[in-house]
């Protein structure tokens, strides 16, 4: 039994039955029609998983191409756009790959800033992530990245615990059972670093249990003036920015937790 396999599979099953929102969709077809006037684009959504934000931006009319790391994500993502023609997708690892050019949108979404899976230091790879959204984008192109935006308070509440945490837990379309199991991390406010462990329990359909660890969790959470800063040194200028999917600006010194959208343009 390939147990990879089957634990792989079940996560990519049991992520989309969780992460099936459409009100952050819904806020980027909207603001994308606003900013650019209805006009359609060309589209890139890096890590764009099953495709629940990237299909729907392919179904507004905009020719889209996402890829993807994981290939259990993209059967999904390539299910879903059935019959398209203005969407494709490809199995890519974001920090090695050349991720094309010309763009006019580069989409970074959810979350993704702070999900990213690498060997690379991650803040090196944040920073990865930022220059290769410059340099996919046409010039005059735009980034459009949704992250959730901490301040140190937010961050320890957290990523600070000892105790046991389920993420997700459920059965897949092969009958696997299981949950994803927090055992504990710690978040440092000097180097805004999050460190923990955890691992996932599962119940094969043939009745074998088995435990899939992963490897331990090492995440660096930005500050705003961090992702701004990077988002400069790229060249992406930001136009406009938007705090918790509401037309009002992100604050230089939130004192809490937001959902920060930002808006930028490629100089």
Known sequence: MDREFIAKHWYADVYEQFENQT??????????????????????????????????????????????ANEHMLLRCYSRARGMQNFSCRKADAVCSDWGEGFDIVVLAGNVLINIETETDYKSAQRIFIN?????????????????????????????????????????????????????????PITRVCTGIGHWELTANNGEKFIYAEKPRCKHIPSWPQVTGWLSEAGLA?????????????GDNESD???????????
């Open 23 to 68: 009100d952050d969709v819904e806020f980027f077809i909207k603001i994308i029609r606003e900013l650019t006037g209805g006009k359609p684009q060309r589209i890139l959504e890096a890590a764009c998983g099953g495709g629940r934000i990237s299909v729907p931006l392919a179904l507004e009319g905009h020719s889209v191409t996402g890829f993807d």
């Open 132 to 188: 290769k959204t410059a340099g996919a984008l046409r010039r005059g192109g735009h980034l459009l990245m949704d992250y959730d935006q901490h301040s140190d308070a937010s961050a320890l509440k957290v990523f600070n615990g000892t105790g046991e945490r389920v993420y997700f837990e459920g059965t897949d379309d092969m009958g696997t059972r299981g949950r994803t199991v927090s055992l504990g991390g710690a978040y440092d």
């Open 238 to 250: 930001v136009e406009k920015t938007y705090k918790n999917r509401a037309n009002e600006p992100v």
């Open 257 to 267: 937790y937001i959902k920060a959208t930002v808006w930028a343009r490629k100089d």
